[in-house]
């Protein structure tokens, strides 16, 4: 594994940076917890890595927060993230999913930016915004931004909707429903061990009711069961116009086989299709439940 | 033996702790020598073909490669405890790891770069990866330099032992029950990866190694009968060793080879593995498929155990094919069994070799016994710690391979755990809900007091002092983390009666250090214990005189505290404490006809008339005794015993366990250091635990699969239960202050207590390891189709 790095330390600098290898190799890194395991997998001779750390602008470590929704920047740490009030308090989804991410080292380092880009079927904090049904801000070459929904942002195992002359520079959460009043919302990850582990599959979902507990808006994300994470929008749908109190086991049911119908797991060392699917079906109907969180 | 003990049985932290946490420490892998190459090995691509040609010229021509070597280039014998293991392969290939030429380089990237130009052709075969397959008559053979000594060509080694009379025992069971439990692949994943740096002086044709291993005097004479050379050519320093776990017992390929390369450049060279390296090409513990039958007569009692064990054995032998040793103790005397018939083979096959780990084998017995003793209790409608109680060792008990346990804390361990864990409480678990609790039992019995395997299972000390009062102690034993150079250190002081930080040890030098067998079979703190024992003892006598005639007086009866021996008043048999306190509140500077100081005795011994040096040594050998060729004989000096009781809680939505609550009972004898002891009984149950529930090395096709961390689930320390340890101290009379050995018995019966615990939440029968979710899963989906069926 050997390559150059450059560190840009402001946005100008970076565009610079970009515009000046476009003919060449070259790829971003963050905190590098993926870049670096992937470059030793395949080492790639005469590469340049832009090192997007030290870039100290708001557009990439802000948290902004609008009538319309929240904004913060790809370059937020899991840490950051995790021990974010308004996150933890609004977007439980998504502070569970950095909170279980890796382990405290890696959460240092780890950015959000990252875990989208990487664009991994097990990405913890994607799966996340995907239930919250994020956009994602890409920067150009050119300085012009763009919107792109994060659904649609991922195209398969490990690949994105990026270009070579644009980068991911923040992340759009938009705001609850006005008329919602309680939320559900949570991130179930099963795996082996309590730290360092990568999903054998996932849940994320972000339900919003109304002050009588009735179901107005739902978002439910799968991982690690598809080639990119998926968002279950019919599962989510059926949900609506439904009390979140008053599902019935049959109706748990119905919802669980209805996520499932994203799911098209493969066998790996990790675990089997039909493990994959066992579990994500349980786990979708334990959202009802009042032990819905995985023991572990 | 003192009574009053002032520094055994304290808390003291390790004293290397600091500089292991600060990296002061020096490893292998900080070693740096002037004019140091790097060296790397190029292994098969394939785990059994033939190999047509070896093509390294490409790789000689590679500016910054200094040295390229193959079987060829080399005059070695085969190493492995059975010799049937070749350093370079030649003309065929065996197993993945296979090493077929050897790099040195000025760095790391040109010696991996020359890798890449070694052209190597290779004719693929079809191998064997099943021991059963490789048994089958028409199995071609897998290692061509052991053969016809056994009744097939694949078998590397065999065992048969017998007590009692089977027919008999058989007839007066009223249950008889068998199964057959298959054990995993694991492996050590030791801290520091496979490290070896040697250097070899052509002036005087000395070879200078610094290794890692457990066993630093066996490994001398094996080098030396790998590489023809005199053994006392070369010399083993080993530095901080990163983890041994019995990884380090054998002596394996990339160490010769390192020696040669440096032989071959007159320059040091390193090896140092990649972790990826590190999973491939490290020995594992044995995989086995344990058939085993046992029975109990209608009150419960124990009546015969007959067992059958295939080990996949890999494509060569290490130590660990003798795991019987210590397996065929678990089944022969853990509890009372009045007949037991064993068999173990160990097979050939095209898989990566197995070695020796922690529990040497026992872990495997003590999971298929353990859960075995479970589904008696079931059909005999009794309850799993009375059964177990009832059967339990004893003190006193010649077991019918003829263990003698002089001390025998198996029953308090029993009651212990079953107490405190309220096991009779909690073992019917509630029907419904998602997470279900379930609590399990399991006990083990181990080696204490070394093992009588070798010619001597001995250690040599040598202890001095210096004329400012500090002591050395140089001893045989080695370090590999578990904190032996502490609780010597603490031997010295307490018997001494100096200042722990007044005590060096030397440790890590082959040509300094005396004799020890090796640091396995938890023998540590008691036979290098005892020996130094012995030569404080000696060394005493010594100081005792000149003290004696310092003092002008005819005594030798002497109490060494505070830096100061003393007079002891002989009259009453009580030592002259309160002479003593009046004395220390004295100024010191007025001579007192009570006491001496150490540094001073040591002075007039060196400076006085006639001249004579504090120093000391002693060999201690245990009491031990061989076993004779039926196996029979006690061959421990003393014996362990521990109980566990753990609570699980399964999720019957992911068929995840969560261990919550893991009750231990030690019999460890004494304890000498309770905080070292904790460090043992932590370390070793997350390491039993990996081993019940989540760690296996994947092998297809003699591929390893999963050669990293990401997917080798190994716990961390996230997933340390609630450990509640309870040592129980029996005090024998063998071990140092009354102490056996502690190392390995943590993790031995962790995982049996677990997968007792998982069936008793869910109703189900596990007779694999490890007890992964999709198995559970597996088995609560099965239970509800025969329920179905059954409806
Ligand atoms: C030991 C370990 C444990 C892990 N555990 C988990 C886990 O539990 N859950 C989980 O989801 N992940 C896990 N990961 C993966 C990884 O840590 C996360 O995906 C992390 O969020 C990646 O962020 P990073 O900043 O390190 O990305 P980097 O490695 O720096 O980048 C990842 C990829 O994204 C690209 N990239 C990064 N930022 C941008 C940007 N702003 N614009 C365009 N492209 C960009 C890079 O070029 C690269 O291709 C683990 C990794 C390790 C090493």
């Known amino acids: 594994m050997d390559f150059n790095i450059i560190t840009p330390v402001t946005v100008k600098e970076l565009l610079g940076t970009m515009k000046k290898f476009q003919k060449k190799k070259f790829r971003f890194g963050a905190g590098c917890t993926d870049l670096l395991m992937e470059l030793k997998r395949n080492p790639e001779e005469n590469l340049?890595?832009?090192?997007?750390?030290?870039?100290?602008?708001?557009?990439?470590?802000?948290?902004?927060?609008?009538?319309?929704?929240?904004?913060?920047?790809?370059?937020?740490?899991?840490?950051?993230?995790?021990?974010?009030?308004?996150?933890?308090?609004?977007?439980?989804?998504?502070?569970?999913?950095?909170?279980?991410?890796?382990?405290?080292?890696?959460?240092?380092?780890?950015?959000?930016?990252?875990?989208?880009?990487?664009?991994?079927?097990?990405?913890?904090?994607?799966?996340?915004?995907?239930?919250?049904?994020?956009?994602?801000?890409?920067l150009g070459i050119t300085g012009k931004k763009g919107m792109v929904p994060i659904t649609g942002f991922f195209t398969g195992v490990r690949k994105t909707v990026l270009k070579k002359n644009e980068l991911l520079c923040g992340i759009f959460v938009p705001a609850k429903n006005k008329k919602s009043k309680n939320i559900y919302s949570g991130f179930v990850k099963i795996g082996t061990r309590q730290s360092m582990e990568c999903s054998v599959v996932s849940l994320a979902y972000h339900i919003q009711a109304d002050a009588g507990g009735k179901i107005i808006h739902a978002g439910v994300a799968i991982g690690s069961s598809a080639p990119t994470i998926r968002f279950a929008e019919d599962a989510a749908h059926y949900l609506v116009g439904k009390k979140f109190e008053n599902i019935s086991v049959n109706e748990r049911k119905e919802f669980a086989a209805r996520v499932l119908t994203y799911a098209t797991p493969i066998d790996d060392l990790r675990a089997t299709a039909w493990y994959r699917k066992e579990v994500l079906f349980n786990i979708s109907k334990a959202i009802f439940e009042n032990d819905a969180k995985n023991s572990r | 033996m003192k009574k009053n003990l002032k520094v055994i049985g304290k808390p003291i932290p390790k004293h290397d702790a600091r500089s292991r946490i600060t990296g002061e420490a020096v490893y292998g892998h900080d070693i740096v020598l002037p004019h140091m190459l790097h060296g790397v090995i190029l292994r098969t691509e394939h785990p059994s073909a033939i190999i047509e040609s070896i093509d390294v010229s490409a790789a000689k021509k590679l500016p910054g490669v200094v040295?390229?070597?193959?079987?060829?280039?080399?005059?070695?014998?085969?190493?492995?405890?059975?010799?049937?293991?070749?350093?370079?392969?030649?003309?065929?290939?065996?197993?993945?790891?296979?090493?077929?030429?050897?790099?040195?380089?000025?760095?790391?990237?040109?010696?991996?770069?020359?890798?890449?130009?070694?052209?190597?052709?290779?004719?693929?075969?079809?191998?064997?990866?099943?021991?059963?397959?490789?048994?089958?008559?028409?199995?071609?053979?897998?290692?061509?330099?052991?053969?016809?000594?056994?009744?097939?060509?694949?078998?590397?080694?065999?065992?048969?032992?017998?007590?009692?009379?089977?027919?008999?025992?058989?007839?007066?069971?009223?249950?008889?029950?068998t199964r057959r439990f298959t054990l995993p692949r694991v492996t050590h994943a030791c801290m520091a990866t496979s490290n070896i740096t040697a250097h070899y002086t052509k002036t005087d044709k000395k070879l200078l190694l610094y290794s890692s291993t457990q066993v630093p005097f066996l490994?001398?004479?094996?080098?030396?009968?790998?590489?023809?050379?005199?053994?006392?050519?070369?010399?083993?320093?080993?530095?901080?060793?990163?983890?041994?776990?019995?990884?380090?017992?054998?002596?394996?390929p990339f160490e010769p080879i390192c020696a040669l390369l440096s032989i071959k450049t007159g320059r040091p060279v390193q090896i140092l593995y990649s972790r990826e390296e590190e999973f491939i090409a490290s020995p594992t513990r044995q995989p086995m498929i344990i058939d085993l039958t046992v029975g109990a007569d209608a009150k419960g009692n124990f009546t015969f155990r007959e067992i059958n064990i295939i080990k996949d054995n890999g494509a060569y032998t290490s130590w660990g094919a003798t795991t019987p040793f210590v397996i065929m103790q678990a089944f022969s005397s853990l509890y009372k069994i009045p007949a037991c018939c064993f068999d173990a083979m160990a097979v050939y096959t095209n898989n990566?070799?197995?070695?020796?780990?922690?529990?040497?084998?026992?872990?495997?017995?003590?999971?298929?016994?353990?859960?075995?003793?479970?589904?008696?209790?079931?059909?005999?409608?009794?309850?799993?710690?009375?059964?177990?109680?009832?059967?339990?060792?004893?003190?006193?008990?010649?077991?019918?391979?003829?263990?003698?346990?002089?001390?025998?804390?198996?029953?308090?361990?029993?009651?212990?755990?079953?107490?405190?864990?309220?096991?009779?409480?909690?073992?019917?678990?509630?029907?419904?809900?998602?997470?279900?609790?379930?609590?399990?039992?399991?006990?083990?019995?181990?080696?204490?007091?070394?093992?009588?395997?070798?010619?001597?299972?001995?250690?040599?000390?040598?202890?001095?002092?210096?004329?400012?009062?500090?002591?050395?102690?140089?001893?045989?034993?080695?370090?590999?983390?578990?904190?032996?150079?502490?609780?010597?250190?603490?031997?010295?002081?307490?018997?001494?009666?100096?200042?722990?930080?007044?005590?060096?040890?030397?440790?890590?030098?082959?040509?300094v250090k005396p004799w020890d067998v090796g640091v396995h079979a938890s023998r540590t703190s008691f036979v290098a214990g005892n020996s130094l024992l012995g030569a404080i003892k000696i060394l005493k006598e010594k100081l005792n005189k000149k003290a004696a005639q310092l003092l002008n007086t005819n005594d030798s009866y002497f109490d060494y505290e505070n830096g100061n021996i003393y007079l002891q008043n002989t009259n009453g048999g009580e030592p002259a404490n309160a002479k003593k306190n009046s004395v220390l509140k004295k100024n010191s500077e007025i001579p007192d006809s009570s006491f001496v100081k150490l540094d001073k005795v040591v002075r007039e011994m060196h400076f006085g008339e006639p001249n004579e040096l504090a120093i000391a040594s002693y060999f201690y050998e245990p009491s031990s005794k061989f076993q004779d060729k039926t196996f029979k004989g006690n061959v421990s000096g003393t014996y362990a015993f521990a109980s566990q009781s753990i609570e699980v809680e399964v999720d019957t939505y992911t068929g995840n366990v969560k261990v919550l609550d893991i009750y231990v009972a030690q019999d460890v004898g004494k304890v000498l250091n309770p905080l070292l002891l904790d460090g043992q009984i932590e370390g070793g149950i997350l390491q039993g635990v990996g081993y019940a529930l989540s760690e296996e090395l994947l092998v297809k096709e003699g591929r390893i699969l999963n050669p990293n961390f990401h997917n080798y689930k190994m716990l961390t320390a996230a997933d340390i239960p609630n450990i509640h340890f309870y040592p129980v101290e029996t005090n024998d009379k063998q071990g140092p202050y009354g102490a056996k050995g502690v190392g390995e018995a943590p993790l031995i019966p962790t995982a049996a207590a677990i997968a007792n615990a998982v069936c008793n939440a869910l109703a189900i029968e596990l007779l694999d390891l490890p007890v992964t979710p999709e198995k559970i899963l597996k088995a609560l989906a099965e239970k509800e189709k025969l329920k179905k069926q059954t409806v």
């Open chain 1, 48 to 138: 340049t890595v832009i090192n997007l750390s030290r870039v100290k602008d708001p557009l990439f470590t802000g948290i902004k927060k609008s009538a319309a929704g929240f904004r913060f920047g790809a370059m937020l740490t899991a840490h950051k993230i995790m021990v974010n009030e308004e996150i933890r308090n609004n977007f439980k989804v998504l502070h569970e999913a950095a909170e279980s991410l890796a382990s405290t080292q890696i959460r240092q380092v780890a950015t959000v930016g990252g875990n989208v880009c990487t664009a991994s079927p097990s990405g913890d904090m994607a799966c996340a915004l995907v239930a919250l049904e994020a956009d994602c801000e890409i």
């Open chain 2, 67 to 177: 040295c390229v070597i193959t079987a060829d280039d080399v005059d070695v014998n085969n190493i492995s405890y059975k010799r049937d293991h070749p350093i370079l392969k030649k003309n065929e290939v065996n197993c993945i790891r296979d090493e077929i030429a050897a790099v040195a380089a000025e760095t790391k990237e040109i010696a991996r770069q020359a890798l890449k130009l070694i052209k190597v052709k290779y004719k693929i075969r079809k191998g064997i990866y099943d021991p059963h397959e490789a048994l089958k008559k028409d199995a071609p053979q897998i290692n061509k330099f052991i053969g016809g000594k056994f009744s097939n060509k694949n078998i590397a080694e065999t065992f048969h032992y017998e007590h009692g009379n089977l027919a008999e025992e058989k007839k007066k069971s009223a249950v008889t029950i």
């Open chain 2, 219 to 252: 490994y001398q004479r094996d080098m030396a009968h790998a590489l023809k050379m005199n053994p006392s050519d070369i010399r083993i320093i080993q530095p901080v060793i990163g983890g041994g776990f019995g990884s380090k017992l054998d002596m394996y």
């Open chain 2, 352 to 511: 990566v070799f197995a070695g020796s780990f922690r529990g040497y084998g026992n872990p495997q017995a003590t999971f298929a016994l353990e859960r075995m003793i479970d589904l008696l209790a079931d059909e005999l409608g009794m309850g799993k710690a009375e059964i177990r109680l009832l059967n339990a060792n004893e003190k006193g008990e010649v077991t019918g391979q003829g263990l003698h346990y002089e001390t025998c804390g198996h029953k308090e361990c029993l009651e212990t755990v079953i107490a405190k864990s309220h096991f009779k409480k909690k073992k019917s678990p509630e029907k419904s809900g998602r997470y279900k609790r379930g609590i399990g039992l399991a006990s083990m019995l181990h080696v204490g007091g070394g093992a009588k395997i070798y010619r001597s299972d001995g250690c040599g000390t040598t202890v001095k002092i210096d004329p400012y009062g500090f002591c050395t102690v140089i001893t045989g034993s080695t370090e590999i983390g578990q904190g032996s150079e502490t609780v010597l250190a603490m031997m010295a002081a307490e018997e001494l009666g100096i200042d722990l930080n007044k005590i060096k040890i030397i440790n890590t030098d082959t040509d």
